[in-house]
Antibody
């Protein structure tokens, strides 16, 4: 049973960089794409971006200038960096596995709450 | 990119059928059969319910079904049950090689 375990700093100050990591346990890392999604308090889901196991990435145009998603295949992990955070970046951040068989995100991490406050 | 449009809320009595619409454009929903639907209970991560417009992953109840016409995709829940009360989000691939979620729909079982 594939599981995604994510972690990272939960409290940031404005202008700092958000860094989260997601590890894949119990399944293959190759042959899938790996995504980050966020959900502000009381609001809907927002797709942040994705990366494949070869390192090719796509990002939400509204966040592209501040986002980097990277992959470490040796550790079966992928990471999210979001620079120059503001209060608007306060959200629950989820990592997810994208399946080419489903063309959808079929396994999700537990979510990490990130709060940006001075 | 703009979020896909969903009704904010839909309700139905136990045993009834409800539908949730997801309206986009020819650059996303209408242009590709890569529409998926996710169920999210409060405090939990989303769960994949439908992929590629009409398909159910293994383990998802057959009371859930999907369809698409033009730029609008639809999720139907038949035989509504108490455990179906949750938020539902559609998602689509776009012509910019990105993904976009819908605005979300809260389903209430009366």
């Amino acid at each position: 049973q594939v599981q995604l375990q994510q972690w990272g700093a939960g409290l940031l100050k404005p202008s700092e960089t958000l860094s989260l990591t997601c590890a894949v346990y119990g399944g293959s890392f190759s042959g899938y794409y790996w995504s980050w999604i966020r959900q502000p308090p009381g609001k809907g889901l927002e797709w942040i971006g994705e990366i494949n196991d070869s390192g090719g990435a796509n990002y939400n145009p509204s966040l592209k200038s501040r986002v980097t998603i990277s992959v470490d295949t040796s550790k079966n992990q992928f990471s999210l960096n979001l620079t120059s955070v503001t209060a608007a970046d306060t959200a629950v951040y989820y990592c997810a596995r994208g399946s080419y068989s489903y063309n959808a995100m079929d396994v999700w991490g537990q979510g990490t709450t990130v709060t940006v406050s001075s | 990119q703009s979020a896909l449009t969903q009704p904010a809320s839909v309700s139905g009595s136990s045993g009834q059928s409800i539908t949730i619409s997801c309206t986009g454009t020819s650059s996303d929903v209408g242009g590709y059969n890569f529409v998926s639907w996710y169920q999210q209970h409060p405090g939990n991560a989303p769960k994949l319910m439908i992929y590629e417009v009409t398909n159910r992953p293994s383990g998802v109840c057959n009371r859930f079904s999907g369809s698409k016409s033009g730029n609008t995709a639809t999720l139907t829940i038949s035989g509504l049950q108490a455990e179906d009360e949750a938020d539902y989000y559609c998602n689509s691939y776009t012509s910019s090689s990105t993904l976009v979620f819908g605005t979300g729909t809260k389903v209430t079982v009366l």
